[in-house]
């Protein structure tokens, strides 16, 4: 269940010591083809990861054949230095990739590069570059395990999946544990399908699926410099499916991983959806949403198992939906204790021992709707971030 699930796929997962740790830190993963389209999504932080700047300069070209990607260091906010650190990590995996497989005729160009952990410090090239030759090495069909170990920061475990099509795959890996915010992206992510579809297939199934997923999640309302989510294809199944097999394969995916991120946020101690229904418009559902998501009073209270609906109705009071403030529904856990914008049932039957809490919304101004998933806000956080990393 990983990124090499589909075929026409290899991966590794590699130490290079790039963590003091010595734990796992260099990954790679290949498409062999026959095809090598790409889309990807990006960061929409002003202040962009050199790996970023590079990888939106190669997916402009419609093919990738690989991905290196490292932990350990994010290569960002390191100026002109840290953009040639990045181009010459992609010259070094073309050329010893051609070199290992003749008939891959990779150049630079072919070759995407994420990188994360903390800002502002070089990447140790001299132990970068080898790793980068040790992860070629250990290329194989059952690496995609190793590689979601190795493109983990502050994760406590890896997160991988598997959507299936009628004949063809998705497989994808992700981290992210913190500076989880949306902006189109919140964390690195290789997704892979075996399926045959074009450039702009693949873009629209992606953008789609972010919409509604990576989008949707809000840890803690830090946006990184190094989002990055990749799609891959190969179309060694031989099996063109049509824009909305590959949207829903691909959202699945996409969604199973979002939810795995968000299960793993720095210091949660709860995983919390808030669903926002009868909104005006869908814009509206997302606002009010994450309004909610991101307000600090309403984590805490969940972290102390207080219901506090007013800290919720509050946060909802903050944006510009269209709603009547005594028209507003709020529902913890299924006890809908505000009714009217006014106390309803007694909020000590709300039961919040367990981890999952459902906040429902209902704004009684429309039909549409909309789920932001988001954590709660716990004294392990600030332990968790003493070094932050993207």
């Known amino acids: 269940m990983s990124v090499t699930t589909p075929r026409g796929f290899r991966a590794a997962g590699v130490a290079a010591g790039l963590k003091a740790s010595g734990a796992s830190d260099v990954a790679l993963v290949v498409n062999d083809g026959p095809d090598v389209g790409v889309a990807a999504v990006f960061t929409a932080n002003r202040v962009k990861a050199a790996p970023v700047l590079w990888t939106q300069q190669v997916v402009r070209g419609g093919v990738v054949r690989a991905v290196v990607l490292n932990s350990g260091g994010a290569n960002a906010c390191t100026g002109p230095a840290g953009f040639q650190d990045t181009h010459a990590t992609a010259e070094h995996a073309a050329a010893a990739l051609t070199s290992a497989s003749p008939r891959l005729m990779l150049g630079a160009g072919d070759v995407a590069v994420c990188s994360t952990g903390l800002i502002g410090e070089r990447l140790p090239m001299q132990k970068l570059l080898p790793g980068v030759r040790a992860a070629i090495r250990g290329l194989s069909r059952d690496g995609g395990a190793a590689a979601a170990e190795a493109i983990m920061t502050t994760d406590t475990r890896p ?179 505000c009714r009217s914008g006014a106390a309803a049932e007694d909020r000590s039957k709300v039961d919040l021992t367990g981890r999952d809490v459902t906040i429902r919304i209902d704004l009684h101004a429309g039909d549409a709707e909309a789920t932001i998933w988001t954590n709660d806000l716990s004294h392990a956080y600030v332990h968790e971030n003493s070094a932050y990393s993207t």
Do not use: Y
């Open 159 to 337: 997160k991988t999946t598997v959507a299936r099509g009628s004949g063809w795959t998705v497989g994808g890996m992700a981290k992210g544990a913190g500076m989880l915010a949306p902006a189109m992206a919140t964390m690195l992510c290789v997704l892979t399908t075996d399926a045959v579809a074009g450039p702009d297939a693949l873009d629209a199934a992606l953008r789609e699926a972010c919409r509604v997923t990576f989008d949707r999640i809000d840890s803690d309302g830090c946006m990184s410099t190094n989002d990055t989510v990749l799609l891959l294809a190969s179309g060694a199944s031989g099996i063109t499916p049509t824009p909305a097999e590959l949207t829903a394969a691909v959202t699945a995916a996409a969604h199973d991983l979002a939810q795995q991120l968000v299960a793993d946020a720095e210091g949660a101690t709860k995983q919390i959806a808030v669903d926002v229904v009868g909104a005006a418009s869908e814009d509206d559902a997302v606002e009010v949403g994450r309004a909610v998501a991101r307000n600090n009073l309403v984590k805490t209270a969940l972290f102390g198992n207080d219901p506090n609906w007013g800290r919720i109705l509050a946060a909802v009071g903050t944006t510009a939906a269209a709603f009547e403030p005594d028209a507003v529904d709020v529902a913890v856990n299924g006890v809908w204790v």
